[in-house]
């Protein structure tokens, strides 16, 4: 597509629930990479996926997250057993590669949990 | 460890004036340094990027930042402001051995009428 593309845009969920969040890279671009960014604050890096490497999953604040990404297509973040804290906008960003570092970012997901 | 600044949070300003946006960053080792703009309910849009080279970098919308190696700033700049320019400015960096990006906590620019 013309760019990354993220759904939902919003999500409301309730507390101790599983969501899942979805992110379509632009075609062809095979670095991708999910933040978080609570509100009144910078971005919070969470996984870095680089083409069939194994992903950069330092960032994951805990084990109830969790990623997957299969070669170039869409990737998923999932979190389990939703807390309040979890509240964001989860953004996905996409590039042709390290080299280039012209990434692209999705619209991001709202997600509150109540 | 990598760590950016930007010591202004808010930044009003009126139209047609310039204005200069402050990024200081911290790291141990070279770093490639970013600027991105957010506009409401939409996504990191990037304005310009430093990678090498000339230290005057210029990017869309009449944007630019200069690269101060010694100060280890990158502030972004822009000679006369628009209502249209009125957004949430990020700078980044990432180590050009690394993975991950360093984010500061924005600046939201507020042009005034």
């Known amino acids: 597509g013309a760019g990354v593309s993220q759904s939902p845009s919003n999500k409301v969920t309730e507390k101790g629930k599983d969501v899942e969040l979805r992110c379509d890279p632009i075609?062809?671009?095979?670095?991708l990479y999910w933040y978080r960014q609570r509100l009144g604050q910078g971005l919070e890096f969470l996984i870095y996926?680089?083409?069939?490497?194994?992903?950069?999953k330092s960032g994951l604040p805990s084990d109830r997250f969790s990623a997957e990404r299969t070669g170039e297509s869409v990737s998923t973040l999932t979190i389990q057993r939703t807390q309040q804290e979890d509240s964001a906008v989860y953004l996905c960003?996409?590039?042709?590669?390290?080299?280039?570092?012209?990434?692209?970012f999705g619209s991001g997901t709202r997600l509150t949990v109540v | 460890a990598q760590s950016v600044t930007q010591l202004d949070s808010q930044v009003p300003v009126f139209e047609e004036a310039p204005v200069e946006l402050r990024c200081n960053y911290s790291?141990?080792?070279?770093?490639?340094l970013f600027w991105y703009v957010q506009y409401p309910n939409q996504g990191l849009q990037l304005l310009l990027k430093?990678?090498?080279?000339?230290?005057l970098v210029k990017g869309i919308n009449g944007f630019e930042a200069e690269f101060n190696k010694s100060q280890t700033s990158f502030h972004l700049r822009k000679p006369s402001v628009h209502i249209s320019d009125t957004a949430e400015y990020f700078c980044?960096?990432?180590?050009?051995?690394?993975?991950?990006?360093?984010f500061g906590t924005g600046t939201s620019l507020t042009v005034i009428p």
């Open positions: 980044a960096v990432i180590p050009n051995t690394g993975n991950q990006f360093y």
């Open positions: 960003a996409s590039s042709q590669g390290r080299s280039n570092y012209g990434y692209t």
């Open positions: 430093y990678l090498s080279g000339s230290t």
């Open positions: 996926f680089q083409g069939n490497s194994a992903p950069d």
């Open positions: 075609s062809g671009h095979t670095a």
């Open positions: 790291s141990s080792v070279s770093v490639y």
